[in-house]
């Protein structure tokens, strides 16, 4: 009995089934509406990406695989094998301007030389930026500015620091411009060197170290500088109460602590420098210096100039497969080193 009027135990079990009922009712159609109006908000990006990115991706894929697959279209001798990887790779693939394997060389050698480099160098910058207080943002904006200009333009005006423009009678007699760097060499009583030639190939991946380095520092140093800023104090006030060195607090207390960011700029360093191109481009042009300095990336540009469809997709593919590699082994380090 509630309120002086017996209730029927079977028609109380009834209401009650039915307002779980209602209430599942409502909350599916709540789901449902949350989820069709997520859909509807993502659904432009989808077809975006759809179109842009896995459909090149997918085609990509398929056409590696296709013998005889030049300009993009079917013929009657296109079939199914592993051709294009071998033409690529052996360098049968034609007048493409720059061989695979030496594109292949330059590109590791830019990404596993400038990469830690320029991390390392971003984290010692980052650090003193962190302990200088007046003008703190001054030196953020102005170490942040590179960051902001287009890559071709920071190429173009890079090169003239190591461009050498005159005649070879205006070299012999010392009327040339022999750009900033060897004017400085020349003050010291050294001789100057034709950095950006065809044939200095040692000069030439100098130069383009150089430049990615230098191009790099900016976005690194923010990060590193945004993780620093969130370090709890009372770690440092430890290690000076221990007596530790500067050198030590770096990289017993600050490089721990900030290891996630780290990590992550490797990886995306990483992934950056082993598609480079644009600064390269920019230094030289789309020949990349006679191919000297192709990458992989003007590699499979150079096969889609030539309509060898085919050579490009399969030089992609394998870039792609040499980037998840260096992804799944930074991954793997990271997971032993970096502290969460």
């Known amino acids: 009995m509630e309120n002086g009027i017996i209730v029927n135990d079977a028609s109380r079990e009834e209401e009650i089934a039915n307002e779980r009922k209602r209430r599942r009712k409502n909350h599916i159609k709540r789901v449902a509406r949350d989820t069709v109006g997520g859909w509807l908000f993502v659904l432009p990006a989808v077809i975006l990406m759809a179109i842009f990115t896995f459909y090149p991706i997918l085609n990509s894929f398929v056409a590696a695989f296709l013998e005889h697959f030049e300009q993009g279209v079917i013929g009657q001798n296109t079939k199914i094998g592993f051709d294009n990887f071998r033409a690529v790779i052996l360098n049968e693939t034609g007048s493409t301007g720059m061989q695979f394997l030496r594109a292949l060389d330059n590109t590791l050698f830019f990404a596993i030389v400038s990469v830690p480099i320029s991390t390392f160098l971003a984290l010692l910058i980052a650090v003193a930026l962190n302990s200088i207080k007046p003008l703190q943002k001054l030196y953020q904006t102005v170490l942040f500015l590179p960051y902001l200009t287009n890559a071709l333009s920071m190429g173009a005006v890079f090169a003239t620091f190591f461009d050498v423009i005159g005649t070879k009678r205006m070299r012999d007699n010392g009327t040339a411009s022999y750009g900033l760097v060897n004017d400085i060499i020349m003050a010291f009583g050294g001789h100057w060197q034709d950095w950006l030639s065809t ?19 900016p976005f690194k140093i923010l990060i590193l500088f945004s993780a620093l800023q969130n370090v709890n104090k009372q770690y440092y006030d430890a290690a000076k109460v221990d007596g530790a060195s500067k050198a030590t607090t770096l990289f017993k207390v600050t490089v721990p602590l900030i290891s996630p960011m780290l990590s992550y700029l490797i990886v995306t360093g ?10 390269i481009v920019g230094i030289w042009d789309a020949k990349m210096n006679s191919g000297e300095m192709g990458t992989m990336v003007g590699y ?12 490009a997709a399969a030089g992609s593919l394998m870039l792609f497969g040499i980037i998840m590699i260096f992804t799944a082994i930074n991954m793997y380090v990271s997971k032993k080193k970096v502290h969460y």
């Open 199 to 217: 044939g200095n190939t040692w000069g030439n991946r100098l130069v383009v170290v150089i430049y990615s380095i230098w191009s790099g520092l």
């Open 270 to 279: 990483m992934m950056g420098g082993l598609k480079a191109y644009s600064s």
């Open 300 to 311: 499979v540009y150079a096969c889609i100039q030539n309509n060898q469809t085919g050579y």
